[in-house]
T-cell receptor
Framework: AQSVTQLGSHVSVSEGALVLLRCNYSSSVPPYLFWYVQYPNQGLQLLLKYTSAATLVKGINGFEAEFKKSETSFHLTKPSAHMSDAAEYFCAVSKRGGKLIFGQGTELSVKP | DADVTQTPRNRITKTGKRIMLECSQTKGHDRMYWYRQDPGLGLRLIYYSFDVKDINKGEISDGYSVSRQAQAKFSLSLESAIPNQTALYFC??????????????FGEGSRLTVL
């Protein structure tokens, strides 16, 4: 069975600081991995996805994530946080043709 | 207009009442899903449908039922609502595509409160 664990339900950074949101997955087959973002009072939207091509994936709004098979990780980073990045972030895993399984979510706060 | 539309956006009801949440999509996708979001638990899959004749239970289907009326419409029903079904409900769609990579497109959510 597939699963995903996000380390830290709340992360707080200062504006301009590095953002690092952690995600580890469990999958018996090569996974597809995703990061979604949810802004207040909105649905989720895709930030980026890994589908077995390049291990470093670039997404929207300056975010990127690196697939590390040896560590079963897919951490999300952004070099410099902006106030508009404050949101809840979800890591998710699926297998080819399968359904998406989400992590518990990490709420990112950005301090001025 | 949104590609995935959920109605109602907010609903307050009483224990024991029947509730239907509706979802319609204009993306032309075959696959539709209902998720429930609770703080600290992320999103959990209730039901999913890969085409009009295909309905599948997700992780937490007890107390819920669904109907896929057409490719574009997928409704979720709570036959007899209970307070622990208070949550934010999301409908989502996906296109199987060449790789079936599972990318989902979400509606804006339906907030349900059961008193």
């Amino acid at each position: 069975a597939q699963s995903v664990t996000q380390l830290g339900s709340h992360v707080s950074v200062s504006e301009g600081a590095l953002v690092l949101l952690r995600c580890n997955y469990s999958s018996s087959v090569p996974p597809y991995l995703f990061w979604y973002v949810q802004y207040p009072n909105q649905g989720l939207q895709l930030l980026l996805k890994y589908t077995s091509a390049a291990t470093l994936v670039k997404g929207i709004n300056g975010f990127e994530a690196e697939f590390k098979k040896s560590e079963t990780s897919f951490h999300l980073t952004k070099p410099s946080a902006h106030m508009s990045d404050a949101a809840e972030y979800f890591c998710a895993v699926s297998k080819r043709g399968g359904k998406l399984i989400f992590g518990q979510g990490t709420e990112l706060s950005v301090k001025p | 207009d949104a590609d995935v539309t959920q109605t109602p956006r907010n609903r307050i009801t009483k224990t024991g009442k029947r509730i239907m949440l509706e979802c319609s999509q204009t993306k032309g996708h075959d696959r539709m899903y209902w998720y429930r979001q609770d703080p600290g638990l992320g999103l959990r899959l209730i039901y999913y449908s890969f085409d009009v004749k295909d309905i599948n239970k997700g992780e937490i289907s007890d107390g819920y039922s669904v109907s896929r009326q057409a490719q574009a419409k997928f409704s979720l029903s709570l036959e007899s609502a209970i307070p622990n079904q208070t949550a934010l409900y999301f409908c989502a769609t996906s296109d199987q595509g060449l790789a079936g990579n599972g990318e989902l497109f979400f509606g804006e959510g339906s907030r349900l409160t059961v008193l």
